[in-house]
């Protein structure tokens, strides 16, 4: 692979900003904050290993065995320093074992090396993509490794992503630590993305960018986790991308208007200048076949985390998307007070948006309010699909609290509220064996009950979400919340 050596330089900017006192009061206010608000305590740091059993409540269905994998920032605190960004916590992750009526939970830090010497210091070290610290050097990205997005099981391993470097291997059973997964000695550490798609076959697809090395490189992997295809492509003004989606012919990446000004006293995070006045949001169609970009749309100006799936339809592709109005990257940062901003002050839809490749032009059409975290049923990635799950958000505060099935062709929406005092984290569509359709089978999560302090697995009918949970597992205390994850059957 070229230009590795550049990329790489790239990948490892992100500096500075922030001085021990700031974050030693960050630290304060954000407790002084959680004393008057449960809702934060979904913010909160965490510490140590958890193990235990559910307490299910309902009919949880006999069919559904398997192994829920979860992951995402656990650790926001040390050395009575606070991190600034949701996206900084030190890798938590997490497994729910479902059969047999019951559900066990165990919970454990992904060892990484950072973590490994924070720990040990007493103190954080090194930068984040929200906060810098400049207390030691870093070899390369995977000295920055925070392991705390996404737990991805393939061929018989569990990797914990971070889209600025490698995956890291963890034991299927235990969640041990088995360090740093290298696909191929040329690739290490190399940003391999956090959020990977599945292809018919069994292998995936993924990407990793460097903000402002203007590279997008993109892999293909077997069923077996062998590195089968790969190739650098050059974006001009490329800057993060976090999510993409596959068709049955392309590799579609959407990327926002944001410079970068990797300056001194900047984190990565505020290095990233909205310029939506100047540009356009583009649509970057990237052919399977040739690993080559086939076509660019522009797009209104407008900020994306996550995409939910694409499908060729004749002459276009269709996909799917939660749009952000104007600059969304400050919107994770982590609540310092009783205002709970993570939605509200830049409103999301869901779009889908219909890319016609002869005339060049790109077609939107809403089909649900304020959301994230799109999700569609495994067997249909890259094809037709007929059916998006997202969290919505209700209420005054525009909380993500309610899990909602949305038919694309007709726009209706099949959706349960939590009410107040919930939290709900990414729920994911799990097919029974032989599903004859994108809803034979359930819908199952994770949702936070703050006025209890504890992790709940929710689990639904799919054709009937809004009855609500045919079973509830209450964990005795409260896990991390989690960015995302898979099921994987039995």
């Not at 407790?31 to 979904?42: D, F, G, I, T, Y």
């Not at 034979?440 to 949970?469: C, E, M, W």
Request: glycine residues 10%; neutral net charge.
């Amino acid at each position: 692979m070229t230009n590795r050596r550049q990329f790489l330089s790239f990948a490892a900017l992100g500096l500075a900003s922030s001085s021990a006192l700031a974050d030693t009061l960050t630290y304060r206010d954000f407790h002084a904050a959680l004393e008057q608000n449960a809702q934060l305590s979904v913010y909160a740091d965490h510490s140590g290993d958890l193990s235990g059993d559910a307490t299910v409540l309902g009919n949880l269905p006999k069919d559904l065995n398997g192994v829920f994998f979860r992951n995402g920032p656990g650790r926001f605190e040390l050395g009575g320093e606070r991190y600034h960004h949701w996206f900084d916590g030190d890798g938590f992750a997490q497994r729910w074992q479902i059969g047999d009526g019951k559900v066990s939970h165990i919970g454990r830090f992904v060892a990484t090396r950072k973590f490994e010497e924070e720990s040990k210091a007493g103190q954080f070290l090194y930068r984040t993509f929200g906060t810098w610290y400049g207390r030691k050097g870093f070899k390369n990205n995977d000295t920055l490794n925070a392991a705390n997005t996404n737990l991805l099981p393939l061929n018989g391993s569990v990797y914990a992503l971070w889209e600025g470097g490698s995956a890291t291997e963890l034991d299927p059973q235990t969640l041990a630590t088995r360090g740093i997964k290298t696909w191929r000695s040329d690739l290490k550490a190399m940003p391999f993305s956090a959020h990977p798609k599945m292809d018919p076959d069994g292998g995936l697809w993924n990407f990793g960018t460097a903000p402002g090395a203007d590279q997008l490189v993109i892999y293909r992997l077997s069923a077996t986790g062998e590195v089968t295809r790969t190739a650098m492509l050059p974006i001009p003004q490329l800057n993060m991308v976090h999510d993409f989606v596959v068709s049955g012919r392309h590799l579609i990446f959407l990327v926002a208007p944001y410079d970068m000004h990797a300056e001194p006293e900047r984190s990565l995070a505020d290095s990233f200048v909205w310029v939506g006045d100047q540009r356009p949001m583009r649509a970057i169609v990237v052919s399977k076949d040739a690993l080559a970009v086939r076509q660019i749309f522009e797009l209104p100006a407008r900020s994306v985390f996550h995409l939910g799936n694409a499908y060729e339809d004749g002459a276009c592709t269709r996909l799917d998307v939660v749009l952000h109005e104007g600059d969304g990257m400050r919107k994770f940062a982590l609540p310092m007070s009783g205002q709970m901003n993570m939605v509200s002050d830049n409103p999301s839809s869901v779009v889908q948006i219909t890319l016609d490749y002869a005339s060049g032009q790109a077609r939107e059409a809403r089909l649900f309010g304020v959301s994230e975290f799109p999700r569609v049923a495994p067997q249909v990635i890259s094809s037709r699909h007929r059916k998006l799950l997202v969290l919505g958000a209700t209420g005054r505060e525009l909380i993500l609290n309610s899990v909602n099935l949305i038919d694309t062709d007709s726009g209706k929406v099949d959706g349960y509220d939590f009410g107040p005092g919930w939290r709900a984290e990414e729920h994911v569509l799990v097919p029974r064996r032989g599903a004859r359709s994108e809803t034979d089978g359930y819908v199952v999560g994770v949702a936070q009950d703050t006025r209890r302090g504890q992790s709940v697995l929710t689990v639904f009918d799919a054709h009937n979400i809004k009855a609500g949970p045919m079973a509830l597992a209450r964990l005795p205390y409260r896990a991390p919340v989690c960015f995302h994850g898979n099921f994987l059957a039995a």
